[in-house]
């Protein structure tokens, strides 16, 4: 399995992915807001997109269908509770679908709501296994529940699904937040080394050159993964005394969250 991410620079700050089977050059799209970049992206190298793949119905992830689909003829995919607001949908996908690209490539659908009720990610069962979260997981952060979405679910999809995925899985998220998901690691948890030394890392780095972190990271730096950190419950406590001093994972997750929003 191949995968390019394409970097558009745009204000919303998305990444696009290519996930290409070595053997036949055919493409899955992710979210391909900016579909000309990605399809010059892959001429460029050969390959042919086939089918394109939306995480969720936001229009910064399904602005480009249209064009993508009159361009290749790509057969367009999303969660089958999400197709009547995408529209134009060839297959509705549901949890443990598989996606094929290709010969070689498979992708396993994750039914992954929170940030919004419709979500998928996609997971690949490879040597070196991925993950493609669009929304709901980035680089040490997580996703926002305004409008549509439910932090409650969000928390449900984290404990119950992400936090299960082996340690060596690579994410790729469907926006660039790492530095400010870094600030606020360390405003919750001063004291996070590990935190504080990617931050210095990537600070004064183009956008483009973020890294790509594993899920083992992840639980080492994302604060929305550290519930049971007892520095992160204390400086919760002080701004929420009503939290008690031993708070279940999910009201920490959910005062976690509120606080994110208007950091």
């Known amino acids: 399995m191949l995968i390019e991410r394409v970097w558009p620079a745009n204000d919303y700050r998305n990444f696009h992915y290519l996930v290409v089977c070595p053997e036949s050059g055919e493409a899955l799209a992710i979210d391909p807001l900016d579909w000309k970049l990605c399809l010059d992206t892959a001429k460029a190298r050969g390959w042919t997109i086939?089918?394109?793949l939306n995480t969720h119905e936001h229009a910064?992830?399904?602005?480009?269908?249209?064009?993508?689909?009159?361009?290749?003829?790509?057969?367009?995919?999303?969660?089958?509770?999400?197709a009547s607001r995408i529209g134009g949908i060839d297959r509705g996908l549901n949890a443990r679908d598989v996606i094929r690209v290709g010969r070689t490539v498979e992708l396993e659908c994750l039914d992954t709501p929170g940030h919004t009720?419709?979500?998928?990610?996609?997971?690949?069962h490879t040597d070196a296994p991925a993950l493609f979260s669009g929304d709901t997981l980035f680089n040490a952060g997580a996703g926002h529940c305004r409008s549509t979405g439910r932090p409650d679910l969000l928390y449900d999809t984290f404990a119950t699904q992400l936090a299960r995925l082996p340690d060596a899985t690579r994410l790729y998220p469907g926006h660039e937040y790492l530095v400010r998901n870094l600030e606020f690691t360390l405003d919750r948890e001063p004291d996070n080394?590990?935190?504080?030394?990617?931050?210095?890392?990537v600070r004064g780095t183009t956008d483009e050159a973020a890294p790509v972190t594993t899920l083992g990271q992840e639980k080492?730096?994302?604060?929305?993964f550290r519930l049971?950190?007892?520095?992160i419950i204390g400086r919760l406590r002080a701004q929420f005394p009503?939290?008690?001093?031993?708070?279940?994972?999910?009201?920490?997750?959910?005062?976690?969250r509120e606080l994110r929003n208007a950091w």
């Open 60 to 82: 910064d992830h399904t602005g480009g269908n249209a064009g993508m689909v009159a361009a290749t003829g790509a057969k367009l995919l999303a969660h089958a509770h999400a």
């Open 193 to 201: 080394a590990e935190a504080a030394q990617l931050l210095a890392g």
């Open 220 to 224: 080492r730096v994302n604060t929305f």
């Open 117 to 124: 009720l419709s979500h998928i990610c996609l997971f690949a």
């Open 228 to 231: 049971t950190n007892p520095a």
């Open 50 to 52: 086939t089918q394109v």
């Open 242 to 256: 009503d939290l008690g001093e031993q708070p279940d994972a999910k009201a920490v997750f959910l005062k976690l």
